[in-house]
Structure formats: structure tokens, C-alpha cells
């Protein structure tokens, strides 16, 4: 299986985007190197801002480009961007439903070494919370790209959730996104399993696992957290005999809840895994984290059976 | 400069603001940012009656001037501008802040002709402001980015990002004013928080700083035409106001910051300013 990584999707379409539309502009708070919007600076310097240390003037300063016509692609940590800039997102972007894209880096527990306070667990649950606002999960590469070329003129603004980690590609070049499609990268009969970001892999791990095991499971990829797809999740389930949400998130406000929601008035159970309602912290390897919070096949595998019983 | 008929009509139009702003709070209870959209009334007057190129029956013109209120708790103060220039019509006022008015208690791009990004949450105007200079530039489009300040809004962290990235980026076609009314909600500013020395603060994070009375319309006038011909960096014109100004009862009472008139205030304010456009 080849790995690409999303944060040099993420530069790179960056760049693409700033070639087809001259509109296009990037903000970014010294991580430009690690988001790699550092990549447009190159490409274009002209249209580039680093904007220091100071996330509440970024995300301010380009709804101030958005209301001038720009597209502004305002980069940092999902935990910064979520957390940080949370006022200045809900105050002028999201109630003047501005065209800001929004990259939220190096999202979950996906920055292993740094700890609870750079581990955005929460993120989709905040992002998701304002009104107007648009919230991707890419799986792969790839998938990255397509979204951004997708979204470009998207009106409102977007929040983009990207792995820090290299991960598995799934699509070929060039398949297009559409927001609030589910695509399933597996097919099954027996149980679905809900995923988005990192935990797609993690998904189709126990997919395989469970085929094994005489369990047929359909992998779905649900890279748009918003709007969230409810009736089609809904009428998807229908279809099953359980339900499984996996994502590096925690399971309050993310794919859990949401689907939690979606299936409301539907007779197939379903569970969660998820980061529970704790912080993370720092370890050698985010596989490591993902075991010590049981984001794993196995306890994918094991909830799957719990509810076929 | 402004010649002295047009110094009159300014005038006339900063009386004009006033009486709106009274008008939009009434006299039933109602309550409204009577102090703050009074202290800027001048500011806001100049702006928009004389200085700013700005067309109300095509608000996105290309290269107009723009005026973001980062103190957006005084946009009845711009509303009244706006009504008066024609961006819609003057008896909106009445139904200011009342369910699905399109004037909303703070500035609301979308619903309002004539706003061009929403503030209230204090502290971010300027940024905006910053972007909407920052966008000019890579445009090579003319015109100014104005934005008007709350002196005691200065305590909120991202101004002094914001007055960073204006230098860094040599925004010399933003303007700022400060509202200096020396009053916040609870009382006065240099006894409860003190922001002070605002002239230094802003010289170190390499403005050029500009100290008028902000409510004499001829200095402003001349502070917005010295600022024009700073090259290379922003611009701040740190206005001295009164809280208030214009109705007697008002000026420097910090109860009027966000509060209701009795009946017989709001006739008194009435005649007043009505006194005031009479002999203008």
C-alpha cells in the first residue's frame, strides 16, 4: 500500500489553486513549513502573508480579503484554528458567510509528540457547532486535492481537517469530490463501518479482519462532517445490521454523534469508536496513541461482534 | 481640504447622526449605544459626508473607500450615515434592532446595504480593516480603508496584532481613529484598566500617530489629509471625544454607554439637536 501526505497535498493544490484563480491568497502563522502552505510562498510571494505568531489577527485579517474578493486560505493547527481563532471564525466568517478556507493541520492525536495541548480533539465539534460553516476530513492524499479543486468557489467558508501523518492512498488521481457524497471504498453486507481522516485505514484493517470471520463489512468514507449527509447515512443503515462510527476525534460533536443523530429513528444499532471525552498525550507514534485510546481494528472487531450478538 | 460650506454640511450631518441615534433608542424604555455612537458621531460624519468615495446606489463600486466600525456597539451611528446617503430608506431606522430588521444591533454584512464586514466581538475591526487594505494593494486598487476604534476596545489583544501586521505589511492606505471617550461600560478607563499612553503604544508598533479633537471637524479633516501623505505605514488618529456629545445630559455620564432615555429625555435631545441643525 503507498502512503502519500496530505499536508503536501494541501501545499501543493495550494499552488494549483493559485495558478488557475489569481484570487487565491494564503495566510499562515509560522507552521508554514508544517501545513506547507509554505509551498505557495515560493510560487507565489506576493500573495503570500505570514502573519507571525497571531492566529485571531489571521483568521480576521482574511475575512478581510474575503470581503474584498479574495479567496484566502488561512493555514495553522486544527487546535489553534479551532480553539484559538474559534471568535474571530463564528463573529465575521461564518455570520457574513465568507469564502475562508480554513486548514486545520495536523488534526486528532495525529501530532504525536506534542501532546494534549496540540491534539485537536474537539475540532469537528466546534467547527461544526457555527452556522455557515462547511467541515472536510480527507482520507488520503488525493482526496485532499480534489476537495480543495472542488471547493475553491465554494460560497462560505471551509473548514479542512488534514492528517499530519503520512496515509494510505485510496483514490486514483483525478477521482472528483463532491461534498456530502458517501463513497465506499469497500463493499460488504453485513455491517458498515462510518470513518473519515486517519481512522479510514483503521476501518478498513477490521474490514478485513472481519471478512475472515465470516462478517462482510462495507467501509464508507465520510469525509464531509458538514453538512453533514443525515438522511443518507440514515437510509444507508437501513440496509445493515450495525452500525460502527471510527474516527480520531472525540466521540462528542464528531462522526459518533452525528450519526448517533442520523439513525434516531432507525432499528439498526449502532456504536462508536473514538477518542472518549479525555485529552491526549504525548507518545513516539500516533499508532501508539490510537492503541491506548482504542481506536483500533480490534476494538472495531470486537464492538462489531458485541452488536451482531 | 474641506472648504467651509462643506465643513457646514459635515457639520449639519454629525447633528443629523446624533438625532438618528436618539430617535433609533426612543424614549419607551427602548435601549441603545447612545455614548459611544455620539463620541464618534464627527468622525463618522466627516467619513462619510465628505471624505469617503463611496456610492450608495452601487456599494461594491470598484476603488471605493471603506469604513469598518470595529466598535461595532455604535452602529446605530452608521446606520443614521447610511440611511441619510441613501443606502436604504431613512424609516428603517425606526425598526432598528426589532425582529427581522435588516439593522441588527451590530453591523451585519449580509443584511445591511452599505456594511462591509461584520464586527461586535471587540477587538478584530481592525484586522479586518487590514485585509480589506492588504486586498487593495495586491489589487493596485485606489481608495482607503478607514476604521474607527473604541479607546477601552484597546485592551483586546488583537488590536496590538493587528497594529503589528499593519506596519509589517506598510498598510499607509489604512486609516485608524480612536474613539478616545476615556470611558468604558463601567466607568472611566484610566481608573478601571489603564491603556495609556496610547500615542507611544502606537508609535512603537510603527504608526504614524496623529492626536486631534474629535470633535472639531476642521482638525479632523486636516488629520485625515496629513495621514493621506504618510508613505510606507499606517496611520492613527487618536480623536479626543466626549461620551455622549451633543446631548447635554448625556456627555460624560457612563449610564448612556448602553441604556434607555426617559420620555422627557428624549424630547430634551431632541430639542437640542434640533437647535444645533437649526443654527448650522
Known amino acids: 500500500m503507498s502512503r502519500n501526505s496530505q499536508r503536501k497535498a494541501y501545499g501543493n493544490t495550494l ?3 493559485g495558478r488557475m484563480n489569481p484570487d487565491v491568497v494564503a495566510l499562515e502563522a509560522d507552521l508554514g513549513k508544517s501545513t506547507m502552505s509554505i509551498l505557495f510562498q515560493e510560487a507565489f510571494p506576493e500573495r503570500y502573508f505570514e502573519m507571525g505568531i497571531a492566529e485571531q489577527n489571521m483568521l480576521s485579517m482574511a475575512a478581510g480579503f474575503a470581503v474584498s474578493g479574495k479567496i484566502p486560505y488561512a493555514s495553522t493547527f486544527a487546535v489553534f484554528a479551532s480553539g484559538r481563532a474559534y471568535d474571530q471564525i463564528r463573529q465575521t466568517i461564518c455570520i457574513g458567510n465568507l469564502n475562508v478556507r480554513i486548514c486545520g493541520s495536523s488534526s486528532g492525536l495525529s501530532d504525536f509528540g506534542d501532546g494534549s495541548t496540540h491534539q485537536s480533539i474537539e475540532d469537528v465539534a466546534i467547527m461544526s457547532a457555527i452556522p455557515n460553516m462547511t467541515v472536510l476530513a480527507p482520507c488520503d492524499a488525493e482526496e485532499m486535492r480534489q476537495m480543495m479543486l472542488a471547493t475553491v468557489d465554494h460560497q462560505g ?32 453486507q453485513d455491517v458498515i463501518l462510518l470513518a473519515h481522516g486517519v481512522a479510514v485505514e483503521i476501518a478498513m484493517d477490521a474490514a478485513e479482519t472481519l471478512e475472515k470471520d465470516g462478517v462482510s463489512a462495507r467501509v464508507v468514507n465520510m469525509s464531509t462532517l458538514k453538512p453533514f449527509p443525515y438522511d443518507a447515512v440514515a437510509k444507508a443503515a437501513e440496509q445493515f445490521q450495525a452500525v460502527i462510527t471510527v474516527e480520531d476525534h472525540s466521540f462528542i460533536g464528531g462522526l459518533a454523534s452525528k450519526t448517533a443523530f442520523a439513525l434516531r429513528k432507525s432499528k439498526t444499532p449502532m456504536d462508536y469508536v473514538a477518542v472518549e471525552d479525555i485529552f491526549g498525550q504525548s507518545a513516539q507514534s500516533s499508532t501508539e496513541l490510537y492503541e491506548c485510546y482504542g481506536i483500533t481494528s480490534e476494538n472495531i472487531c470486537v464492538k462489531v461482534k458485541e452488536l451482531l450478538k | 481640504m474641506l472648504q467651509a460650506e462643506k465643513i457646514r454640511e459635515v457639520k449639519k450631518l454629525a447633528a443629523t447622526i446624533r438625532k ?15 455614548g459611544g455612537s455620539c463620541s464618534s458621531a464627527d468622525i463618522v460624519a466627516l467619513l462619510y459626508g465628505a471624505l469617503m468615495k463611496h456610492d450608495p446606489k452601487n456599494p461594491d463600486m470598484k476603488g471605493r473607500d471603506k469604513f469598518i466600525y470595529s466598535k461595532g456597539h455604535a452602529a446605530i451611528a452608521q446606520y443614521a450615515a447610511l440611511a441619510e446617503c441613501g443606502y436604504f430608506p431613512k424609516e428603517d431606522i425606526y425598526r432598528t434592532k426589532t425582529l427581522g430588521c435588516h439593522l441588527q444591533g451590530h453591523p451585519d454584512k449580509l443584511k445591511t446595504p452599505g456594511i462591509e464586514a461584520g464586527t461586535g466581538s471587540l477587538g478584530q475591526g481592525l484586522s479586518i ?27 483586546e489583544g488583537q488590536i496590538w496584532e493587528a497594529a503589528m501586521a499593519a506596519s509589517n505589511f506598510k498598510l499607509d492606505n489604512l486609516i485608524a481613529f480612536v474613539d478616545r471617550n476615556r470611558l468604558q461600560a463601567t466607568g472611566v478607563i484610566s481608573e478601571r484598566f489603564a491603556t495609556d499612553p496610547l500615542p507611544e503604544k502606537w508609535q512603537a508598533f510603527n504608526w504614524h500617530v496623529i492626536e486631534c479633537d474629535g470633535h472639531d471637524v476642521v482638525c479632523l479633516d486636516r488629520a485625515v489629509d496629513e495621514a493621506k501623505k504618510v508613505k510606507g505605514k ?6 479626543d471625544t466626549i461620551k455622549g456629545k451633543g446631548i447635554s445630559f448625556a456627555e460624560n455620564d457612563v449610564s448612556f454607554h448602553n441604556g434607555s432615555l426617559t420620555k422627557e429625555q428624549y424630547k430634551q435631545a431632541l430639542r437640542e439637536l434640533d437647535a444645533v441643525l437649526a443654527a448650522l
Do not use: W
Not at chain 1, 159 to 183: H, M, S, T
Open chain 2, 20 to 34: 438618528y441615534v436618539v430617535l433609533m433608542i426612543g424614549g419607551d424604555g427602548r435601549v441603545g449605544h447612545l
Open chain 1, 157 to 188: 467558508p471551509i473548514y479542512f481537517r488534514v492528517v499530519r501523518n503520512d496515509v494510505v492512498d485510496y483514490y486514483p488521481a483525478d477521482e472528483p469530490f463532491q461534498i456530502g457524497q458517501l463513497k465506499t471504498l469497500r463493499q460488504g
Open chain 2, 129 to 155: 480593516a487590514n485585509g480589506m487594505a492588504a486586498a487593495k494593494k495586491l489589487d493596485n486598487e485606489e481608495g482607503y480603508v478607514y476604521c474607527v476604534l473604541g479607546d477601552g476596545e484597546l485592551a
Open chain 2, 234 to 239: 499606517p496611520s492613527v488618529i487618536i480623536a
Open chain 1, 15 to 17: 499552488v494549483e489553486l
